[in-house]
């Protein structure tokens, strides 16, 4: 049973073009985050939604806006693609952020070329 | 959170215990440190975590120094399927606010385990 799981694992757009990539949890978590891995292999957070409710917004462009319709989904709609978004996207959850129990469970990762 | 530094790559042989160093000279009372780590093309992957007391699991083992300005972790008998990318990541016990389980992500160790 896949615990995080994303779709698609490749896209590859054109410049301009707006996509989206989407993520589920079956873990039961009540908190989501997504992650951008650059070619340098950096890996930052960009948001974080708790029950539905963002609480990190790392100074994301507004052409990144993640949607939760429910605690168990998490998706990325990216409007008016650059090429600078291209990058790994990883989706993650966890039940206790910000507690010194947490463990942060991730996807599989997007692969996002952009053209 | 405190910053942490790694050696950006590290060799260990099948069987051996690898022995990953991290530095964290300016964490405070309240920081944990955390051990992630990344095999290649996948999301990262939670290994262990602790205060200030020694720490085991099934995965490693965890040795934080007395003054806890650096920790070790260690693998005891690594395979092949261990290289990956290992990271050290220092995080408040209790993140709330814009931190709210907010994980850090840094360079890393590019440990290699060779046969």
């Known amino acids: 049973d896949t615990a995080v799981s994303q779709t698609p694992k490749y896209l590859v757009t054109q410049m301009g073009n707006d996509k989206s990539i989407k993520c589920e949890q079956n873990?039961?978590?009540?908190?989501m985050y997504w992650y951008k891995q650059d070619s340098k292999k950096f890996l930052k957070i960009m948001f974080s939604?708790?029950?539905?409710?963002?609480?990190i917004n790392e100074t994301v462009p507004n052409r990144f806006s993640p949607k939760s319709p429910d605690k168990a989904h998490l998706n990325l709609h990216i409007n008016s693609l650059e090429l600078g978004d291209s990058a790994v996207y990883f989706c993650?959850?966890?039940?206790?952020?910000?507690?010194?129990?947490?463990?942060?469970?991730f996807g599989p990762g997007t692969r996002l070329t952009v053209l | 959170d405190a910053k942490t530094t790694q050696p950006p790559s590290m060799d260990c042989a099948e069987g051996r215990a690898a022995n990953l160093p991290c530095n964290h000279s300016?964490?405070?009372?309240?920081?944990?440190v955390y051990w992630y780590r990344q095999i290649h093309s996948q999301g990262p992957q939670y290994i262990i975590h602790?205060?200030?007391n020694n720490e085991t699991n099934e995965m490693a083992s965890l040795i934080i120094t007395e003054d806890r300005k650096s920790s070790t972790l260690i693998l005891p008998h690594a395979t092949l399927r261990d290289t990956a990318v290992y990271y050290c990541?220092?995080?408040?016990?209790?993140?709330?606010?814009?931190?709210?389980?907010?994980?850090?992500f840094g360079q890393g160790t590019i440990l290699t385990v060779h046969p």
């Open positions: 993650a959850s966890s039940q206790e952020p910000g507690t010194s129990t947490d463990t942060q469970y």
């Open positions: 873990l039961g978590h009540d908190t």
């Open positions: 939604y708790n029950n539905k409710e963002l609480i």
């Open positions: 300016t964490i405070s009372g309240n920081e944990y």
């Open positions: 602790g205060l200030k």
């Open positions: 990541i220092v995080r408040l016990a209790n993140a709330g606010g814009t931190s709210y389980g907010k994980l850090t």
